[in-house]
């Protein structure tokens, strides 16, 4: 029994759509085994975004634990690529574990490549969660106050304010880091996305706090995650790979992940179950599915 697929091809602005005619998974999974027995060749990876693909407030979206299990299968590695700053790594690999997707080591985040601009002897004024307090432990740098800690001191040596999502900001938190910023304190962020997928709709993000304090300062960040290049280094040093042009970037927001993957050279896939209902224009050339289980048909029975 076959099944089909209509995805959609986004030349320079253009949607163009596809019929794509999937096996069926039984039969899939059968010449599979056939032609590669236990020994799976080496595949282009995939990087694949989680909030808005793969889960919504770590509920996940159908399809997606099944998809991530059969693009492994194949032989492609699949790299959870995120701008999700607030948890640590552990905890996201936990949270993925939960859903059945063993994620140890597969997983990078925002807070993780905005750790790569600071240096050990900086002393960071943080304005974020546990993901921005580890990220700055493991650059060496030294954490010298935390924005909501409760003090109104603003008269601190600081080298760096570093901003993340945390849903403690207040005024004094605004107060503080922008005033670090406009004593010469440099602005660093995990990410700029103003909003977050969740089962109940957007919400305000990272972004938004990062724009408040961008406002109140008068001085604009330097940005660690997608689509920013801190976040292509850390993802080429964790596959090993420099030349990423047979890779795939799978996410749900093209401001970010689909400018990700022209930072890195890789190709484009946005899903409709996140930010995006629609697919958009754009001078991007990239492919429109539904989710990450159509995509990953697609790649699988070599469609794409």
């Given at each position: 029994m076959l099944s089909v697929i209509v995805a959609q091809y986004v030349v320079r602005g253009r949607a163009i759509d596809t019929q794509v005619a999937i096996v069926s998974k039984t039969k899939r999974?059968?010449?599979?085994k056939t032609r590669h027995n236990r020994s799976?060749?080496?595949?282009?990876?995939?990087?694949?975004?989680?909030?808005?693909?793969?889960?919504?407030?770590?509920?996940?979206?159908?399809?997606?634990?099944?998809?991530?299990?059969?693009?492994?299968?194949a032989g492609h590695r699949v790299l959870f690529v995120t701008n999700n700053s607030f948890s640590t790594v552990a905890a996201q690999e936990q949270a993925l574990e939960?859903?059945?997707?063993v994620a140890q080591g597969d997983v990078c985040t925002s807070s993780q490549a905005a750790g790569l601009l600071l240096s050990p002897r900086d002393r960071v004024l943080l304005g974020g969660g546990p993901g921005v307090l580890e990220a700055i432990i493991e650059s060496g740098?030294?954490?010298?106050?935390?924005?909501?800690?409760?003090?109104?001191?603003?008269?601190?040596?600081?080298d760096a304010v570093v901003v993340g999502y945390h849903n403690t900001f207040d005024y004094w938190g605004l107060l503080r880091l922008a005033g670090a910023v406009r004593s010469g304190a440099r602005l660093i962020a995990t990410n700029d996305d103003a909003t977050y997928p969740t089962p109940n709709g957007l919400?305000?993000?990272?972004?938004?706090?990062?724009?408040?304090?961008?406002?109140?300062s008068g001085v604009r960040p330097t940005i660690g995650g997608k689509p920013h290049e801190p976040m292509a280094q850390l993802v080429r040093q964790r596959l090993g790979i420099e030349d990423l042009s047979s890779a795939w970037m799978v996410g749900d927001r093209a401001s970010t992940d689909g400018l990700f993957a022209r930072q890195v050279g890789?190709?484009?896939?946005?899903?409709?179950?996140?930010?995006?209902?629609?697919?958009?224009?754009?001078?991007?050339?990239?492919?429109?599915?539904?989710?990450?289980?159509?995509?990953?048909r697609m790649l699988i029975d070599a469609q794409i």
């Open positions: 999974m059968k010449r599979f799976v060749p080496a595949k282009p990876p995939v990087l694949c975004d989680l909030d808005g693909v793969v889960w919504l407030m770590h509920q996940p979206i159908a399809g997606s634990v099944d998809a991530i299990a059969l693009l492994r299968e939960n859903i059945g997707v740098a030294t954490v010298a106050a935390r924005s909501d800690d409760g003090s109104r001191d603003l008269d601190i040596d600081i919400i305000p993000g990272g972004g938004s706090i990062l724009a408040a304090i961008v406002e109140a890789c190709k484009f896939a946005q899903v409709l179950t996140g930010v995006a209902s629609s697919a958009f224009s754009s001078d991007i050339d990239h492919l429109v599915v539904s989710d990450l289980a159509s995509f990953a």
